[in-house]
């Protein structure tokens, strides 16, 4: 009997930069270019140590995030790919990300390198088209050298490239952030990625924010919409809050995340939801590093969670895609009634934040910007039906069930 294998995502962690940008949160790391090679090494022994643990899935999505993956350099990166493809069960179609800055992702020989050894897919972190925005968040590239690697990467033949963007940067107006998203589009990628900044505690942007002249809550919230409409009209379909594409273009390795589906990370400060476990590792190098040599525990958490209970999960991270919410499969999953959401829902409806459509609820652009509001609303109505279904047990009422 033919066995059928489950689809996988491989998450590898570079936690290396040139230099740390004044917003991010990530854990990756600057001056520590001498423990490149050990920490290959580890990845490598990690890779093969967890590849018969593998043995029943289909990896179809691979994604070298960071940290700069391009800072690492093509050799090591292919050598990391090597033990993928050769220890793993892959899918002939599997899409294989590769973050880049555009300062380390300019020469179309390394890139035409990437591409051969299995990589299909370039993620760009531009941020902005403004020199002067992109020195004020530390980034270290021009936007010379978006349009530079953007260009390699053409003449590389990468065929599948986003563009990452952030809006509501220090004394950002929006005309600006408007000739940013016009930059980013005419540079023709296949998906974009736009994320409203977040200043994070801990980091230098957070420390000097009062004089940063940051945009408001408003001003963003403006940001996000034009960017919506424009991308809408540029042929790109939202398809996640902050990510769009073009027909078939979405990132399939992110899809994982917001549909509940298995990945396994790799690397310092990774995360995972494999075999049925959540779980995480430390984000700490050498510990990382010394884990894998030494089989020394690396987890900073983890957690069993029964596929019956992750209801709330489903509810948070469904809500964050325009495909929304299917109350078939919500019952079907969890054995509970989707109706209980239907009067919050309603709500928002008549708000204007959500729409069903074809059976499925999902929020609208306006919807989005109130996402979080709206997460809390749905699970207090689960949260609501758990404690009467509780109650009805309670009192040996067993009607309460699935209509």
Known sequence: MKTTLRPLGLYIHIPFCKQKCAYCDFYSLSGQDHRMDDYVDALCAHLLEVAPFASGHLVDTVYFGGGTPSYFGEKRLVKILKVVLKSYHMSKGAEITLEAN????????ALRALRRAGFNRLSLGMQSACDRELKEIGRVHTMAQVTAAVEAARKAKFENLSLD????????????????????????????????????EGTPLFARQAESALPG????????????????????????????????????????????????GFGPGAHSDFGGVRYAYERDLEGYIRGVREHAPMLSESEQIPPVDRDTEWVMLGLRTAR??????????????????????????????????EERWHLTPNGFLVSNQIIGGMLDALAEEKRRRAEATARGDFRVQLD
């Open 217 to 264: 809550d408003e001003a963003q919230a403006d940001m996000y919409l034009y960017t919506v409409e424009f991308l809408r009209q540029n042929g790109y379909a939202q398809y996640e809050i902050s990510n769009f594409a073009r027909p078939g273009r979405e990132s399939r390795h992110n899809l994982k995340y917001w549909t509940l589906a298995e990945y396994a």
């Open 102 to 109: 555009p300062d380390s992702a300019g020469d179309w020989k």
């Open 165 to 200: 963007l952030i809006y509501g940067l220090p004394h950002q107006t929006p005309a600006q952030w408007q000739l940013n998203l016009a930059a980013a589009v005419a540079a023709s990628p296949e998906h974009l990625s736009c994320y409203g900044l977040k200043v994070e």
């Open 324 to 357: 929304g919410l299917d109350p078939k499969d919500f019952e079907e999953r969890f054995r509970r009634r989707f109706q209980c959401f239907l009067p919050f829902l309603t709500e928002c409806l008549h708000a204007g934040y959500a729409v069903c459509e």
